[in-house]
């Protein structure tokens, strides 16, 4: 069966062949190898994130995810909350604000102002409403 998937340039074939390595198999190191070369949407790179972050590599984990969000193609919303919420375990508020704010610019909507908001502190909540309606004009 692999060696079908292998030599099939289907997308989905290739992520059926990512996953029987890496879950039926066990064979991380070649998932790891194959998974590296096919980063290209956002999912991509939340997938490997998440597999860093299991194997206890946080911080390539982190830098993976940012790469994705630079790099990334296609829905990026579960890749930035993944982001978001390991600025907010570092107690890396500033970071994780801005990121909102990238976010919202990327894809503005009424829940992620909100959140942006409710998430800035009293002494910039203002400037932040400010900068963030000045991204939609």
């Known amino acids: ?6 030599q099939s ?61 630079r790099e990334g193609e296609g829905f990026l919303g579960a890749l930035y909350e993944y982001v978001f919420e390991q600025y907010e375990q570092m107690g890396e508020k500033e970071k994780a604000l801005q990121l909102l704010k990238q976010q919202f610019q990327h894809r503005p909507s009424y829940e992620l102002y909100k959140k942006a908001i409710a998430y800035a502190t009293p002494s910039v909540k203002e ?11």
């Open 1 to 6: 069966m692999l060696s079908y998937l292998e």
């Open 9 to 69: 340039n289907s997308r989905y074939d290739q992520s059926l062949m990512l996953d029987i390595y890496r879950h039926k198999l066990g064979d991380e190191e070649t998932y790891e190898q194959m998974r590296i070369q096919q980063l290209t949407y956002g999912s991509d790179y939340l997938d490997y994130a998440l597999f860093l972050e299991q194997k206890g590599e946080k911080k390539k984990a982190l830098e993976i995810a940012e790469k994705g969000l």
């Open 127 to 137: 400037a932040v409403r400010e900068e963030l309606y000045a991204l939609l004009t």
